[in-house]
């Protein structure tokens, strides 16, 4: 097939991890400013539908954000934790709220969030637990697609939401419902990233022999394909068992089991995928604190989404610091959900200790 042709910079500064980029990867990373972008507010209040009561909704904890460019600024959907529930993760409520960026740095919110739990066909798959984890990319016909965890504090699974200005959103429920015969309509999963390709300044979900495909998983990672982008199927062996792509290595900052991060980019060296990598405490990176979070880099083929070519050794970006490895996740984190191009660069947006979000960026080659 026909691929846009994308330069990746290789500009040779300290990144955030030390590491320079190899010819397929995007980065060295370095950071704009030493401080998050998006923190907590207390003062923000939201008149809840379900508990039909005014709710502190993103006073505790704001981090793992989506991005997208759109009207030449940067928006980023965050996950934003109200002071509901008991303090210890995952036992308050989630909503995304939404901001706006000039300059990829400085944000302005929304004053409410623009998706939450509500009383609707999804209340029993997202309440009370919310919703998780956002990433999002823009379909061919230019409406935005995310894929998100619904969790109600008993399973969760990855939900498909469609909008056309970012604000209203359209729920479908979980992503392989009634996926071959319903077998997977139990199954606990979380993590999808969509396959796009670099437009302009836009990345938009991409077609591989005809369809589109999703990387999906932590413990190892999956694939899945649509006609649609919102109804999948998991990619199966022939013993009709999702296949991994992705797995842990021992002594690497993935020992513990690797996760998808923000939607993967088509180029034409391959499909570059940004990943999360969790630190096994054990059997892991001895540069890295015990069950760390970092981001690291593979490659897939282009013309089979399920070949991985290549794959970093050390992390693009990890937990250094001090708001990166203080908060509700005291070991540490750099979780990559959001990743963009604008104004010639690379900008990767990050849930920094599961409290706040982050932001590094890359220059790119014009």
């Known amino acids: 097939m026909k691929l846009p042709i994308l330069a990746f910079a290789l500009i040779l500064t300290t990144s955030a991890s030390?590491?320079?980029?190899?010819?397929?990867?995007?980065?060295?990373?370095?950071?704009?400013?030493?401080?998050?972008?998006?923190?907590?507010?207390?003062?923000?209040?939201?008149?809840?539908?379900?508990?039909?009561?005014?709710?502190?909704?993103?006073?505790?904890?704001?981090f793992n954000p989506a991005a997208i460019v759109r009207d030449g600024k940067i928006f980023v959907l965050y996950r934003a934790e109200d002071d509901t529930g008991e303090m210890q993760i995952g036992l308050h409520t989630s909503r995304l709220g939404l901001?706006?960026?000039?300059?990829?740095?400085?944000?302005?919110?929304?004053?409410?969030?623009?998706?939450?739990?509500?009383?609707?066909?999804q209340r029993s798959r997202e309440w009370p637990g919310g919703v998780e984890d956002p990433r999002i990319v823009?379909?061919?016909?230019?409406?935005?697609?995310?894929?998100?965890?619904?969790?109600?504090?008993?399973?969760?699974?990855?939900?498909?939401?469609?909008?056309?200005d970012l604000i209203h959103w359209t729920k479908f429920g979980p992503a392989f419902s009634s996926s071959n015969g319903g077998k997977y309509d139990h199954l606990q999963y979380k993590s999808g990233g969509i396959v796009t390709q670099l437009v302009g300044d836009h990345l938009v979900a991409?077609?591989?022999?005809?369809?589109?495909?999703m990387y999906w998983g932590e413990g190892a990672i999956h694939l899945a394909t649509s006609p649609d982008l919102i109804h999948w199927s998991p990619v199966e062996d022939a013993t009709g068992t999702p296949i991994e792509v992705l797995t842990r290595?021992?002594?690497?900052?993935?020992?513990?089991?690797?996760?998808?991060?923000?939607?993967?980019i088509l180029t034409p060296a391959g499909i570059v995928m940004l990943y999360n990598g969790k630190n096994d405490p054990d059997h892991g990176d001895p540069t890295l604190?015990?069950?760390?979070?970092?981001?690291?880099?593979?490659?897939?083929?282009?013309?089979?989404?399920?070949?991985?070519?290549?794959?970093?050794?050390?992390?693009?970006?990890?937990?250094?610091?001090?708001f990166e490895k203080t908060g509700q996740y005291a070991a540490g984190t750099t979780f990559?959900?959001?990743?963009?191009?604008?104004?010639?660069?690379?900008?990767?947006?990050?849930?920094?200790?599961d409290s706040a979000v982050g932001v590094v960026q890359s220059p790119v080659a014009p």
């Open 249 to 264: 290595r021992p002594g690497h900052f993935d020992s513990g089991f690797p996760e998808t991060g923000p939607p993967p």
């Open 289 to 322: 604190g015990p069950n760390a979070y970092a981001a690291g880099q593979a490659l897939f083929a282009a013309d089979d989404p399920s070949k991985l070519i290549a794959r970093d050794d050390a992390p693009s970006l990890k937990p250094e610091e001090p």
């Open 99 to 121: 901001a706006s960026s000039a300059d990829g740095v400085h944000f302005i919110r929304q004053p409410q969030p623009v998706f939450y739990p509500a009383a609707d066909a």
């Open 138 to 164: 823009e379909s061919p016909d230019h409406t935005y697609v995310i894929t998100y965890t619904q969790w109600n504090r008993i399973t969760y699974s990855i939900g498909i939401a469609t909008s056309k």
């Open 18 to 62: 030390s590491q320079s980029a190899t010819p397929w990867q995007l980065g060295p990373f370095t950071r704009p400013i030493s401080a998050p972008v998006i923190s907590p507010n207390k003062s923000s209040t939201f008149d809840d539908p379900i508990r039909h009561a005014p709710v502190h909704w993103e006073s505790l904890h704001t």
């Open 206 to 213: 991409a077609r591989i022999q005809g369809k589109f495909w």
């Open 336 to 353: 990559a959900e959001g990743l963009v191009r604008f104004h010639h660069r690379w900008f990767l947006y990050y849930g920094c200790a």
